[in-house]
């Protein structure tokens, strides 16, 4: 993060634009939006900026820029063509401790100008870090067409309402939940639709009706898939968003975790090989306890929580409790990397079918129905079975599978450190010996696998 993101309260705050042509005219609009007092100092006034003058009582210095022009201002502008002007203003703001920008030269900036949404109060705002300005203006208007203008109203009547719902509902916690389901809910459709009125009589009588000692706590067992964020569901998102506490395991990437909302407690609660942060029987307490105390939860599992993920276990303990909780499905590792790394899990000329079991060694052997999964034409998905790759691929010869059947491993598959690895039952082990394969890791067993070379279409690193 080149510049960390601030607003400014300006109003009534001497401001300095040092420069009077068409770029100067529209810093002064901005800042005059702001209702800041402005003063613009140059040799030469443009017709834009003196037609702005009365309209914002703005001051006007007709002279060269010197060091001792900037008093007390708070804040300094710099829109000049001269650069050795521009590099002057910039140096003294910055001896005096002045936050001061200087147009379309980011480096001389200590501040610079987002591309703005206006919809007051409410304000958002996108920045390229003066990169690529022509792209921070084209994201604004696809941000634009989704926040209607009927937002600022909304928050107006958020904030008619602030002291009187505070007064009403002590517990921050339920207040902010309140606050939630009123901004998503019917009164913000009765002020979208230009009901304001309506939607104040409502808000005052849910008011009413909200009383301290109602306990909200609920648990969401959400998927968070693979590992790309951008295959979240829109149900797991938004729960995401809006849960107090985030309970995630080892597989839930950080760009996901980065997704829940910034002020939620993060609980990490993962297991690999030889080391569990909690034991299941803690987590599933943990969960039934947290929502007991009144807190919304989101239990963040990798891929699906139904799918080697032991989420029935944690509802169960739910369910015997008395516990709300909701079930959002995620995309499975199966799916997410096999679609990744262009090897279809069923396809008409090599397999009718498609097994998912767990690689998991328990006593150093893998405890799995060698017979069945020896069968011809059909795919094998195994979980988690890096570790036991070398005994995987001997059970498999041992009952009747070809030593060159194809296999493949593919590591933290859907996202930038996607890695495919293809060989057979007889090399696939030896391939991998010796490698830095960094988990998450999924192995695909059948002929499905020959088509990864053909089909490929997502490759960050190259397959070997």
């Not at 002045?98 to 980011?106: E, Q, S, T």
Request: with cysteine.
């Amino acid at each position: 993060m080149d510049y960390f993101p601030v607003f400014l309260k300006l109003k009534n705050q001497p401001c300095l634009v040092v420069g009077a042509g068409e770029i100067a005219a529209r810093k002064i609009e901005l800042l005059a939006r702001a209702e800041a007092k402005i003063t613009v100092l140059a040799k030469e006034m443009s017709p834009a900026v003196l037609s702005l003058q009365a309209i914002f009582n703005l001051t006007l210095l007709q002279k060269s820029f010197s060091p001792a022009d900037l008093g007390e201002f708070r804040l300094v502008v710099s829109a000049t063509d001269n650069a050795k002007t521009n590099r002057l203003v910039a140096l003294t703001a910055e001896e005096q401790n002045i936050p001061v920008n200087v147009v379309d030269n980011p480096e001389l900036c200590s501040f610079i100008f987002p591309a703005i949404i206006d919809r007051s109060p409410i304000i958002a705002a996108v920045s390229s870090g003066g990169a690529a300005p022509v792209l921070a203006r084209l994201l604004r208007a696809k941000i634009e067409t989704v926040i209607p203008p009927a937002y600022g109203q909304l928050a107006g009547l958020a904030d008619k309402f602030r002291d009187k719902v505070k007064q009403h509902i002590k517990k921050p916690a339920q207040r902010r939940i309140f606050w939630e389901s009123i901004l998503q809910g019917s009164v913000a459709e009765l002020i979208f639709s230009g009901r304001g009125q309506e939607a104040e009589q409502q808000l005052e009588q849910t008011l009413l009706k909200q009383t301290d000692n109602t306990n909200l706590g609920e648990v969401y067992l959400v998927g968070a898939g693979p590992g790309a964020p951008d295959l979240l569901t829109f149900r797991a998102l938004r729960l995401m968003q809006q849960a107090d506490v985030v309970v995630y395991d080892r597989l839930v990437s950080p760009e996901i975790l980065d997704l829940t909302r910034r002020d939620a407690e993060k609980i990490y609660v993962g297991k690999q090989r030889q080391y569990h942060a909690l034991p299941q029987e803690s987590i599933n307490t943990l969960l039934a306890d947290l929502a007991k105390a009144g807190k919304r939860v989101v239990r963040l599992k990798g891929g699906d929580p139904f799918i080697f993920g032991r989420g029935g276990e944690e509802i169960e303990t739910l369910m015997q409790q008395g516990i709300n909780f909701q079930v959002v499905p995620g995309i499975t590792a199966a799916s997410g990397c096999a679609s990744y790394s262009g090897i279809p899990l069923t396809h008409r000329d090599h397999a009718q079918s498609c097994t998912f079991v767990t690689g998991h060694l328990k006593d150093n052997s893998v405890n799995l129905n060698w017979t069945q999964l020896a069968a011809p034409n059909q795919t094998i998905v195994i979980y988690m079975g890096l570790a036991g790759l070398e005994k995987i691929c001997q059970s498999l010869i041992a009952h009747g599978s070809p030593k060159d059947l194809p296999i493949a491993i593919v590591q933290q598959g859907t996202t930038s450190n996607q890695r495919v690895i293809t060989g057979t039952l007889e090399t696939l082990p030896g391939k991998v010996a010796g490698q830095d394969i960094k988990p998450p890791t999924l192995t695909i067993i059948g002929t499905v696998v020959t088509l990864h070379d053909r089909l490929s279409w997502f490759q960050v690193n190259r397959p070997e």
